[in-house]
């Protein structure tokens, strides 16, 4: 398989010329120019892009980022996946351990530094567990927040020098539900919990009525993204 060398303009395009497509033919496009070099990341919120591209590309790689700070749920969540759909797990763990990190940084960083503790169990293994791949979907949807909103379908990814697919792009909360319902996708527990979006257990927190669904995250802090995003 020969991957075209000038991926940014190959992103652009068929950012255009997919805007309006189905999340199914979109993740048909990223499978077929790209095959093994073609990976999903989930944070186990919910399995709804990684069953989507398994109905394109069957054992497709899904990259989970075990941050060491998860709920429960979202290991089970995990576990789940990978014995009941046709997709490889597969589990990034940061270069510390959170005892190691405590160590050099001091108990608690997720308080006091929340870039940086991020960067360093999020960011980095994900730049590392990313480098045998050309484009990567990720499951970003524009009405999850204002930071999200001119989230492309298929976009360039600059920092990371590859293709980054997001085919529910312009999907709403109902849109995930409805697929969730018909084809029984396992989503994280914690959804029906009171959590609109789940990330490390000291850094989320239930969301109130009237809130968008990523106002949990890093509440108070003025924080709206980990850096895998933008």
């Known amino acids: 398989m020969t991957v075209p060398a000038d991926l940014p303009r190959l992103a652009e395009q068929a950012g255009r010329e997919l805007e309006d497509a189905p999340a199914l ?4 496009w990223a499978a077929d120019a790209f095959g093994p070099r073609f990976c999903v990341t989930s944070s186990m919120e919910d399995a709804v ?5 398994s109905r394109v590309l069957p054992g497709v790689d899904v990259v989970f980022l075990d ?3 998860h709920f429960p749920e979202t290991i089970g969540t995990r576990d789940a996946v990978a014995a009941v ?3 490889n797990v597969l589990t990034l763990t940061p270069r510390q351990s959170v005892a190691e990190q405590d160590a050099q940084y001091g108990p608690r960083l997720h308080d006091r530094d929340p870039d940086l503790c991020c960067a360093l169990r999020k960011v980095r293994p994900l730049e590392e567990g990313l480098a045998g791949y050309d484009a990567w979907a990720t499951g970003l949807r524009r009405d999850e927040s204002p930071t999200r909103a001119g989230t492309p379908v298929v976009g360039w990814d600059a920092k990371r020098r590859k293709v980054k697919v997001s085919p529910i792009a312009r999907w709403t909360q109902d849109d995930v539900d409805t697929y969730t319902a018909e084809h029984g996708v396992l989503t994280n ?6 959590y609109a979006s789940v990330g490390c257990a000291p850094c989320t927190r239930r969301v109130l009525a009237g809130e968008d669904a990523r106002a949990g995250r890093w ?3 003025g924080k ?3 850096g895998l995003h933008g």
Do not use: F, K, N, Q
Not at 25 to 28: A, K, S, W
Not at 189 to 194: I, K, Q
């Open 25 to 28: 033919d979109i993740l048909r």
């Open 49 to 53: 892009v990684a069953h989507l591209a």
């Open 67 to 69: 941050t060491g700070y």
């Open 85 to 87: 759909m046709d997709v």
């Open 189 to 194: 527990p914690l959804l029906t919990d009171g």
């Open 219 to 221: 509440a108070g802090s």
């Open 224 to 226: 709206t993204e980990c």
